[in-house]
């Protein structure tokens, strides 16, 4: 009699299991990426005679890079430091790009009423640094939130040197 409990209660169990599959990709499904990959094949040249290639996926620079910087009117000292060290990196390092329409540079005060319209745009707080990568009719919107764990005078050389890098990579195309 047990047996057939044990049976009439795992039979339901078992029949629905299969119908509660997980919802992930097959293995054999390509996963979408935005880091190259690298592509390793090997061509049989005859039949005891095999090259190895590797194919690496030259960058894509984008088209157009926009930066917006997110600040308040009076910003505290910390906060003004991130705001002028974004200022001279990008006035310092990337004037070439700034003449040739390769990258802009918006700085927004958000505590203003006059932008409410791009806080909102953003769905941002006070203080953000967002970068825009264009490339044809694509275009990839995210923050740069490691320079907030470079704030105060101590880091200042560190934050120049971190947003004067990611610019380099994103603006040729090397970033991930």
Same mark, same amino acid.
């Given at each position: 009699m047990r047996r057939f409990w044990i049976f009439v209660l795992l039979t339901p169990l078992v029949a629905i299991l299969p119908l509660a599959g997980c919802n992930a990709p097959p293995a054999s499904a390509p996963v979408k990426s935005d880091v190259p990959v690298? !592509?390793?094949?090997?061509l049989l040249v005859d039949n005891s005679t095999s090259v190895s290639l590797t194919i690496t996926?030259?960058?894509?620079?984008?088209?157009?890079?926009?930066?917006?910087y997110f600040h308040l009117k009076a910003p505290c000292h910390c906060m003004a430091l991130v705001g002028d060290s974004i200022v001279y990196v990008v006035d310092t390092?990337?004037?070439?790009?700034?003449a040739n329409g390769k990258l802009t540079f918006t700085s927004?005060?958000?505590?203003?009423?006059?932008?409410?319209d791009l806080v909102k745009k953003y769905d941002t707080l006070v203080f953000a640094l967002f970068v825009t990568e264009r490339r044809g009719s694509m275009e990839k919107t995210y923050t740069l939130d490691d320079i907030w764990l470079m704030t105060g005078d101590e880091n200042? !050389?560190?934050l120049v040197n971190y947003i004067r890098a990611k610019l380099t990579d994103i603006l040729a195309g090397t970033s991930i």
């Open positions: 690298t !592509d390793t094949s090997t996926p030259l960058p894509i620079p984008p088209d157009k890079v926009e930066l917006v390092y990337f004037k070439d790009e700034q927004v005060v958000s505590d203003d009423p006059a932008n409410i200042k !050389d560190k």
